[in-house]
């Protein structure tokens, strides 16, 4: 058969999966709606600043190793492991909590707080390491091709695992810490999913692992979107198309297969094989009109949380702030629970900040480049966001206090997305940041499938389909997706 295919989205599962795709003799043309490839993974240059508009680091970097190796082509970005990995601040304490991978430093922070801190802590990642290793390969890192299939791989899974099951991250952390400044500090990776540590469920806690033991968290020479650079760039050389400003908005199909998209201005884009980076759930239902992926069976589906992204440039250095910054509110869990029920409140439990010109050559002389992150209601409970300044504003006034220096006279450029913004932007169903949420019930085998349920020539990667959301993620959803596509190419040969 022909190898023509017709990849939609430019996100780094898109990307990843053409790369993997024109090693081994694809011929591979990207359509994209941005101006610029990337998806959530780019960048924002204004007035000499530059800003990672999504992720701000990594994990997992052995899976891009393999992804290069997998490609034959040397690591084409430049990386280096985040150690201390963050700092935390709480709200009404000058105590600074600094994140450190030695486990000794970390522990003497907690001295007066949390009682034979380094004990339980340890105690903790065992628990979280043994959850990694007895789940990663067997549920994580494969294709299903049905649940019962799904269900009879999760019965491999050691059965001393199964309690937790039925805990949230916040009640697994209780097990192991009293302190609500340990649990709190320990559970901040539960927002990383985009859910809060209350409706995460305890087996997530396997992320601390990665987080503390395994191989930390990484910052790429240059900023994120240099990745983005990078991959295209590898493509480019094997001869790959790139299309943008184009919009994907109908199909035709013969049968079981699809045979062209078509887009915003009625352009037909043919090929034998089509690969959709753009929101699983969301393409299947606006594009395709899939009757199970409806409107009202979106609304029904459980989602992520928005984000509210602020990109600031600014006139001068913050020598007291580290790289990666954490500010937590005093209502943390009152708030988390609350968030989706009461969100018009400008209470936050936390924000992240990034000073991404601490280690990076993006702002100008004597200023610094800063990307805050708040997560915030997606827009099935927060629809309008007319205060978006007011909030925006709260930010970066606490942000000044708890610094103890005032920038906002110092501001020279200042951009913010909300939920709004991500929807229209990115596709992404009601500005949820990172699309479907991984409850139980929407992990597998149950989340939208790496394959169409009626062309058998279309095939889904990216965070709404198997395995998830994340980085390493999309990298392992295209090592997935192009191991069906492969398959697909060799039955259609028979």
Request: a positive charge; charged letters at 25%.
């Amino acid at each position: 058969m022909s190898k023509d295919v017709l990849i939609i989205g430019t996100g780094l599962g898109g990307l990843a999966t053409g790369l993997r795709l024109a090693t081994r003799g694809y011929k591979i043309i990207f359509i994209e709606k941005e101006s610029q490839p990337g998806g959530r993974l780019n960048q924002i240059k204004k007035e000499g600043f530059t800003f990672d508009i999504g992720p701000s680091f990594f994990s997992m970097p052995y899976e891009f190793e393999e992804f290069v190796k997998n490609c034959g082509i040397k690591m084409p970005f430049e990386f280096n492991e985040l150690e201390p990995i963050y700092t935390v601040h709480f709200k009404g304490s000058n105590k600074r909590f600094t994140l450190y991978k030695n486990i000794d430093k970390l522990s003497a922070q907690f001295e007066n707080i949390e009682p034979n801190f380094k004990s339980r802590f340890i105690s903790y990642l065992n628990k979280c390491k043994e959850l990694y290793w007895d789940t990663i390969d067997i549920v994580i890192k494969r294709n299903f091709d049905s649940v019962p299939e799904y269900l009879k791989s999760l019965i491999q899974v050691n059965p001393k695992h199964f309690p937790v099951l039925f805990k949230t991250f916040w009640k697994q952390t209780g097990k192991y810490f009293k302190s609500k400044e340990a649990r709190q500090i320990i559970s901040l990776i539960a927002f990383f999913l985009g859910r809060t540590p209350f409706d995460t469920n305890a087996v997530y806690t396997l992320l601390s692992y990665i987080e503390f033991l395994n191989t930390g968290y990484y910052n790429v020479k240059n900023g994120m979107y240099t990745i983005v650079q990078s991959i295209v760039n590898e493509l480019k050389k094997l001869n790959a198309l790139f299309y943008y400003n184009t919009e994907i908005v109908d199909f035709k199909s013969d049968n079981n297969k699809l045979t062209a998209l078509i887009d915003q201005n009625g352009n037909k884009w043919e090929a034998d094989i089509f690969v959709i980076n753009s929101d699983a759930a969301f393409f299947r239902g606006n594009v395709l009109k899939r009757k199970q992926f409806s409107e009202d069976r979106l609304r029904k589906m459980n989602w992520t949380m928005g984000y509210l992204t602020i990109y600031l440039g600014i006139s001068k250095k913050l020598p007291q702030v580290e790289h990666h910054n954490y500010f937590l509110g005093d209502n943390y869990e009152e708030y988390s629970k609350d968030i989706m029920v009461n969100p018009y409140t400008l209470e936050k439990p936390y924000y992240y900040v990034n000073v991404l010109s601490k280690n990076n050559n993006c702002a100008p002389i004597g200023s610094e480049s800063l990307i805050f992150v708040c997560p915030v209601p997606n827009l099935l409970y927060k629809p309008d966001w007319s205060d978006k300044e007011e909030i925006v504003n709260s930010i970066i006034n606490d942000f000044s206090e708890r610094i103890g220096e005032n920038i906002s006279d110092k501001i020279v450029v200042k951009l913010s997305y909300t939920p709004e913004d991500w929807q229209n932007k990115f596709n992404l169903y009601k500005g949820a940041g990172l699309g479907l949420s991984h409850k139980l019930n929407q992990i597998g085998a149950f989340r939208p499938k790496n394959y169409d349920e009626i062309y058998r020539n279309t095939f889904y990667v990216g965070a709404s389909t198997i395995p998830g959301a994340g980085l390493p993620m999309s990298i392992i959803s295209s090592k997935l997706v192009v191991e069906r596509i492969c398959n697909y190419a060799k039955d259609s040969k028979q």
